[in-house]
């Protein structure tokens, strides 16, 4: 088969969907990875066939950090100058995901736009891998079997519905995907159907056909990539939905990284430093982020290891023997030399920490990083998370010492060798094929052939000989 895994995010969302490309091309699949163009050589180095998707994921990621997560913005400058740009942004996201699936290649991507305007356009028999907490593209599902990340259910809230997370069942929980849905649905309803009618060649989603329940409705299966022991699955979800365990990338990043001596003498030192990264977040105040970092390290006695990516956070400052500075480094190195983690709760983030045994504390921004922050403290390998709008020195402080408790270690190095014999992206695969609607790939006039190409006028889904005569 040929198949497209779409993807929108950070690269700790890109990396585990390079595991399950190479297990799919161990089976022979032709794959392609569709992300942002500043992925390209991550995934090519992995040897993937890449596609560049428009957006800018420091941007998008900037964006979610101004509004908190909030799908309605409640300040003036926020509506007026940067909605525009986001949704002009998602409109450059949705459009290239149709030759991201279409074009052979990156060149031929005008010839396919082209080609779709015609009465009978090629369709390759692509299937397709999708994620994002957010709905967006996922539209288009009428036209492709595409996954989302979100599920009702009602074991927690929508990630986006900014609820508190309990131990309880709720009905508002299930409630809460309906509502976010719908609000989403709103605002990107027009975008949508204009990318169907436009280049899918498909009628408008009309008011009474259920638009935020499409994928719901074409009963769409979906994989959510995490550990069962750290999240099981929830009792109302059906056999649609499977948990299939944490994905890793095997060999990582970490077999060309190189450390400096310097780098190596600081990690060395006292059983490790507590690892302090926010990944792809966008902080508002770098240096302030930084100067309470510093604070709370000293006043809890604690040496700290802090990871700039998008954010200079070290500036002129001066910094005490206490601190180190790194950039860009491997988490699948760096983390198990640490002693404990402290991050923004990505989901990557959150389980490199977790499969180096590293005790977790939780600043999420928006999202579904507060799910992982409670995630890991239901477990008991995490302390209690705190927003960073509310993180003070006092409360880092006091997470610092909470993190250095020897019963949360040895949980945490009890939840590492359970997600270590995982097969995430083995079970990915066979999850896939698993629910691979295979009754729907052949031709409808040959049932012995895979249907390549889609007839517009006669609405038959074709193998190349019956096409081409």
Not at 50 to 67: I, S
Not at 171 to 180: F, I
Not at 246 to 268: C, M
Request: aromatic content about 8%; proline content about 6%; glycine content about 8%.
């Amino acid at each position: 088969m040929r198949i497209c895994i779409i993807i929108v995010g950070t690269r700790g969302d890109v990396q585990p969907f390079l595991a399950i490309a190479q297990r799919l091309q161990q089976d022979g699949h032709r794959v392609r990875l569709a992300t942002h163009a500043v992925y390209r050589d991550f995934v090519m180095s992995h040897g993937v066939e890449f596609y560049p998707l428009g957006g800018d994921p420091k941007e998008l990621a900037a964006y979610m950090v101004k509004t908190g997560g909030h799908l309605i913005p409640t300040k003036i400058e926020t509506l007026t100058k940067d909605v525009p740009r986001n949704k002009e942004m998602i409109k450059e996201i949705v459009h290239s995901t149709w030759p991201a699936v279409s074009a052979p290649t990156r060149t031929e991507a005008a010839q396919v736009y082209r080609v779709s305007r015609s009465r009978r356009k090629p369709l390759s028999q692509t299937r397709l891998l999708r994620t994002h907490p957010r709905r967006r593209a996922s539209r288009r599902a009428a036209a492709h079997h595409v996954s989302t990340a979100v599920v009702p259910t009602m074991a927690f809230p929508h990630p986006l519905a900014n609820m508190p997370y309990t131990d309880e069942l709720k009905k508002t929980n299930y409630l809460s995907y309906k509502m976010v849905d719908l609000l989403m649905w709103q605002g990107t309803e027009g975008l949508i159907n204009d990318f169907r009618t436009k280049v899918l060649k498909l009628r408008k989603i009309r008011n009474g056909d259920g638009g935020r329940d499409l994928l719901l409705d074409l009963h769409i299966p979906h994989a959510f990539m995490w550990s069962p022991e750290l999240v099981p699955k929830p009792a109302d979800w059906g056999d649609l939905y499977d948990v299939i365990g944490t994905v890793t990338l095997n060999g990582g990043s970490n077999s060309s990284y190189t450390p400096s001596s310097e780098l190596e003498t600081f990690l060395g030192r006292d059983g490790g430093p507590i690892f302090v990264g926010f990944g792809s977040m966008v902080l508002a105040d770098p240096l302030a982020t930084t100067k309470m970092i510093v604070e709370a390290a000293q006043q809890a006695g604690v040496r700290v290891l802090i990871q700039s990516s998008w954010s200079d956070m070290a500036g002129d400052l001066d910094i005490p023997d206490n601190v180190f500075f790194i950039g860009n480094c491997p988490h699948d190195w760096l983390m198990p030399r640490v002693c404990a983690v402290v991050h923004h709760g990505g989901a990557g983030t959150t389980a490199a920490g977790l499969l180096a045994g590293k005790p977790t504390f939780i600043v999420p921004f928006f999202g579904d990083q507060p799910f992982w922050g409670h995630a890991v403290v239901k477990a008991g390998v995490g302390v209690k998370p705190c927003p960073i709008a509310q993180l003070t020195t006092e409360k880092l402080r006091e997470a610092f010492v909470g993190l250095m408790d020897p019963a949360l270690r040895a949980r945490a190095l009890n939840l590492r060798d359970v997600m270590r014999r995982e097969d995430g992206a083995g079970e990915a695969v066979r999850s896939f094929y698993r629910h691979l609607p295979t009754q729907e790939m052949f031709c409808d006039l040959d049932h012995e052939r895979i249907a390549t190409r889609w007839s517009v006028r006669d609405r038959l889904k074709l193998c190349d000989r019956c096409a081409s005569s």
